[in-house]
């Protein structure tokens, strides 16, 4: 029988995270206040907690993983990594496809690699509450679970239309604890204001995020502080398990890769897998890094590199990052992991370096995807991790056509146990593409006159 599945023992767990920040070649941008001055680590700590700062600051090449953490990740890590080999046979190619399950931990996907981290963090701080926002639900979820893990009351800000959409993600949060409300809400300054000027918007993450913020900087106790499930430098940093690990495993396989592919929406479970290989792109330019994002959203296919504020309300630093704008509003697609107006800025650091090819795909060819390899490997993948499957479903066939063989590796970053609704709305026939047209993107962009640019990469 052929091997379709590497394994690895909670023995070989990686003991330390990667910080890429130490193999940059050029260093990033920091964030900046409005006034264009760099924000100090004192002036975040009102936000997170030191020990999250310092990680996020640090260019330390190896971070270690805590004990604490390590015990409660080893729940499910490490995480199998699969041959695709019904999915190859299907597409009659040359090419050998393996991904990473990171469907297997608790709330099914890759989100508690960081969640574990940061709840870990912040109780150790002294933090009783944190806050949070989400999209399709996968990360609040997540930080649901690790804060029931070590004892602290989670709050999380859901985007108003996956709130509506997916309720089981709902009453995930609500089964370990968390308390979840539909974004933007009466219950804070942000969320009313979102409200006035459109009383019927879907939301977005960047309206979820400034609640969220807003409801830990005001509490007067300073007891709460904010999480975040993506963007930020240190969520990049715990992710990198998944990355540290596909190594591993493809050494025991007798591969090596040729082309990463992971779906991007902020940007952390494409970070956790391409950020290990990036000393290796950096000695082989063949290497071919590619994160995927969705057409309704295409923030780094179409929105530029520029200093932008993480959130709609101007709460968060400024950060040099791709984005649409933080006005924008994405469509109400189903891949709501994915509706960001912005990116991760070591992710688009590293994009404007030339390290990274990012691409764009629809929603309806993505569900295609996601319906192909549902058929042939079986396990069901969410709207995000379509994006993908049609991404490695697109190389898979290019190398068919052009008679060549190579490895490709992707992340299946979650489940779609809990999104079988969109896919029926998909049989039905009710869902559509969308692509965002340039006037859209102009007006997301017209917030961004009055910030600095970055200086110039590469």
């Known amino acids: 029988m052929k091997q379709r599945k590497y394994q690895m023992t909670e023995e070989e767990i990686p003991r330390q995270w990667y910080n890429v920040q130490a193999d940059l070649p050029e260093p990033l941008s920091p964030p900046l206040k409005p006034d264009g001055e760099p924000v100090t680590p004192e002036e975040l700590s009102t936000i997170f907690p030191m020990n999250l700062i310092e990680q996020e600051v640090s260019e330390e090449r190896w971070i270690d993983v805590p004990k604490e953490v390590l015990e409660v990740l080893a729940s499910w890590r490490p995480t199998p990594l699969f041959r695709a080999r019904a999915l190859e046979e299907y597409l009659d190619t040359p090419a050998k496809i393996f991904y990473k399950h990171e469907g297997m ?161 902020g940007g952390s479970n494409f970070a956790g897998l391409a950020f290990p290989f990036v000393p290796d792109k950096l000695e082989n330019e063949e290497l071919e890094i590619i994160p995927t994002e969705p057409s309704a959203c295409p923030t780094l296919t179409k929105g530029p590199f520029h200093y932008d504020h993480g959130d709609t309300a101007q709460l968060t630093p400024l950060l040099a990052m791709h984005t649409l704008g933080h006005d924008f509003v994405p469509p109400p697609i189903h891949a709501g992991g994915l509706r960001y107006h912005g990116m991760a800025p070591l992710v688009s650091h590293l994009t404007e370096l030339g390290l990274f090819n990012p691409r764009s795909c629809t929603q309806l060819d993505c569900y295609r995807s996601g319906l192909t390899f549902a058929r042939t490997e079986g396990f069901v993948p969410a709207p995000e991790t379509t994006h993908a499957i049609n991404c490695a479903i697109d190389e898979a066939v290019a190398a068919r056509e052009n008679g060549e063989e190579k490895t490709i590796l992707f992340t299946f970053s979650g489940h779609g146990m809990l999104d079988l609704e969109s896919y029926g709305a998909f049989f039905d026939g009710k869902l559509e593409d969308r692509e965002v047209t340039a006037e859209e993107v102009q007006l997301g962009l017209d917030a961004l006159k009055e910030n600095p640019e970055p200086p110039a990469i590469g």
């Open 105 to 265: 931990s608790p709330p099914g996907s890759h989100k508690p690699n960081t969640a574990v981290a940061q709840a870990y963090f912040n109780k150790e701080f002294g933090i009783e509450k944190i806050t949070t926002e989400t999209g399709a639900g996968q990360w609040g979820s997540a930080l649901s679970f690790a804060a029931a893990q070590f004892g602290l009351h989670c709050k999380v800000f859901m985007v108003r239309v996956s709130y509506d959409q997916k309720p089981m993600r709902r009453r995930l949060m609500q089964l370990w604890g968390g308390d979840c409300m539909a974004s933007p809400s009466e219950t804070t300054k942000s969320g009313r204001q979102a409200l006035e000027k459109d009383p019927d918007t879907p939301g977005s993450l960047g309206i979820a995020i400034s609640e969220a913020v807003e409801e830990a900087v005001t509490d007067e106790s300073d007891t709460t502080r904010y999480t975040l499930g993506s963007v930020l430098n240190h969520v990049m940093l715990h992710q990198t398990v998944i990355g540290l690990e596909a190594k591993q495993q493809l050494a025991q396989a007798g591969e090596e890769v040729d082309v990463i592919i992971g779906c991007a929406g």
